[in-house]
């Protein structure tokens, strides 16, 4: 597709389940992207793939969370045993490869998750 | 340590009048990148500049500008010729040095447009 493809857009989770959310980066993006956004607040990274190496995972704030991008494209954020805090904005984006940093990161639009 | 900083958390402008908003950030990197993003209601991450440490001049896209001090590490963002459509939240940003693998985020500053 044109760009970041991100779904669901909206999910509402009961507290305690487990929820995926799947993006879709942009073709020929071998730098994909995690983020997390509060609302009110910007975002914050959780994790970074290379291809379908997870290169930093630094940002993911438990072992609930854990993301997968198996064959170096389409990528999955799964959060386990969903709690209230977990409710937020989950931002994909992609990049072409590294190695400057001026390389632009472009974001998809989001997936809503209020849990309750 | 917070490393982009906006002291603005809501500005407001007249429709057809330029406006600034401000953003510095934290770097020992001498590599670095800057960037601005706008995000409208719709939670979508738009790109709209980028400025990188060894530009010389100041990045330009149409009605937008990057007023780039480098000594005083400020990236401020000037849009001209403001528009009704302009009203969102807009985030400064900036990625460091070589083989990074994370863009830090300000907290945003809301703009809107008055008509």
């Known amino acids: 597709g044109a760009g970041v493809s991100q779904s669901p857009r909206y999910k509402v989770a009961k507290r305690g389940q487990d929820v995926a959310l799947r993006c879709d980066p942009i073709?020929?993006?071998?730098?994909l992207f995690w983020y997390q956004q509060a609302l009110g607040q910007g975002p914050e990274f959780l994790t970074y793939f290379q291809n379908e190496a997870q290169l930093d995972k630094s940002g993911l704030p438990s072992d609930r969370f854990f993301a997968e991008r198996p064959e170096g494209s389409v990528s999955t954020l799964k959060i386990q045993r969903t709690q209230q805090e977990d409710s937020a904005v989950y931002l994909c984006?992609?990049?072409?490869?590294?190695?400057?940093?001026?390389?632009?990161?472009?974001f998809g639009e989001g997936s809503w998750l209020t849990v309750v | 340590a917070q490393k982009i900083t906006q002291t603005q958390p809501g500005m407001f402008v007249q429709e057809k009048e330029a406006v600034t908003l401000d953003c510095t950030y934290d770097?020992?990197?001498?590599?670095?990148?800057l960037f601005w993003y706008k995000q409208p209601s719709s939670g979508e991450m738009i790109f709209l500049i980028y400025q990188g440490s060894y530009d010389e001049q100041n990045a330009t896209e149409g009605r937008y500008s990057l007023n780039f001090q480098k000594a005083r590490k400020s990236a401020n963002l000037v849009i001209s010729a403001s528009q009704l459509g302009d009203s969102a939240m807009y985030f400064c940003?900036?990625?460091?040095?070589?083989?990074?693998?994370?863009?830090?985020f300000g907290a945003g500053t809301r703009l809107t447009v008055k008509p």
């Open positions: 073709s020929g993006h071998v730098s």
């Open positions: 940003a900036m990625r460091e040095g070589y083989n990074n693998n994370d863009m830090r």
């Open positions: 770097t020992s990197d001498q590599s670095y990148g």
């Open positions: 984006a992609s990049s072409l490869p590294q190695g400057f940093s001026g390389n632009t990161i472009y």
